[in-house]
């Protein structure tokens, strides 16, 4: 008669159980490099075809409605009418709401600026170009702001990586990452600087009288919604292309003696 196996205390074969099967590596669903990451925030921003035309064609159609009609509350009008058709397409179809809010939350900070100039006793060509000027003051205020975190040695796309892995500043003591990191950041701030560059001093000609006011408005249309567009997509290429061999651990794991 064979003896007995020894058991150790536990050992699942006491109860009738299976011993346990090892498991496969686990696949994190978050991004695990910095790469992957960026890559992930390009998309959520530029939303693909659809989230572009959500945010480019209310801007659009207020341009056109204005150089067509020249009447600001149509203008207003057809805007927030095309921002609403896009809203109900999104709800009927229960998907994200995210670029359509970014569109109706631009056509309120406009509609408001419109109406400001208005009560200050502006020409409805001025209102028109009141309507440009929230764009192009945000597109400045983030441009400045992370120009100064790169020249500061802290750029943005570092804290994205802390939003992450729920260290705000362990980035920043790897160089490599900080970098990288510093390249991103001047890449994604690009189109909007060289927006504020072009259509500031268009919209400072427009207002002060220099060159016709509807022909500002056109100029600020086409720069806006066609030439913005498509600088951004070139400047998120250059980013990814920037993070084409994907490598960049998104954290380091200290090594163990």
Same mark, same amino acid.
């Given at each position: ?78 805007? &927030? ?48 170009? &009141? ?15 992370? &120009? ?12 994205l990586l802390g939003s992450v892995t729920g260290d705000a500043l362990a980035w920043h003591e790897d160089k490599q990452i900080v970098k990288l990191c510093a390249r991103l950041t001047w890449l994604?701030? &690009?189109?909007?600087?060289?927006g504020v560059a072009i259509q500031g001093p268009i919209w400072l000609l427009g207002w002060s009288g220099t060159i016709d006011p509807d022909l500002a408005v056109l100029l600020l249309g086409i ?35």
């Amino acid at each position: 008669m064979n003896p007995e196996p020894d058991r150790s205390p536990g050992d699942p074969r006491e109860s009738g159980g299976e011993a346990p099967k090892a498991e496969g590596p686990r696949v994190e669903a978050t991004p695990q490099t910095v790469e992957a990451l960026v890559r992930k925030r390009m998309s959520d921003s530029l939303g693909g075809r659809r989230g572009m035309l959500e945010a480019g064609l209310p801007g659009l159609a207020f341009t056109v409605l204005w150089l067509i009609v020249k009447d600001i509350q149509v203008a207003l009008i057809g805007g &927030a009418g095309v921002a609403a058709v896009a809203l109900v397409i999104r709800l009927v179809q229960r998907s994200t709401l995210q670029y359509v809010a970014n569109a109706i939350f631009g056509i309120l900070i406009g509609w408001g600026v419109v109406r400001l100039a208005q009560s200050m006793g502006g020409s409805e060509q001025e209102q028109a170009l &009141a309507f440009f000027l929230p764009g192009i003051l945000i597109s400045l205020c983030y441009t400045v702001v992370m &120009a100064a975190s790169c020249l500061a040695g802290w750029p943005f796309f570092g804290f994205l990586l802390g939003s992450v892995t729920g260290d705000a500043l362990a980035w920043h003591e790897d160089k490599q990452i900080v970098k990288l990191c510093a390249r991103l950041t001047w890449l994604f701030l &690009a189109p909007g600087a060289f927006g504020v560059a072009i259509q500031g001093p268009i919209w400072l000609l427009g207002w002060s009288g220099t060159i016709d006011p509807d022909l500002a408005v056109l100029l600020l249309g086409i720069l806006r919604t066609g030439l913005g567009w498509a600088l951004r997509i070139a400047c998120y290429g250059a980013m990814i292309w920037l993070l084409a061999r994907n490598h960049t651990p998104l954290e380091r794991h200290p090594e163990t003696a």
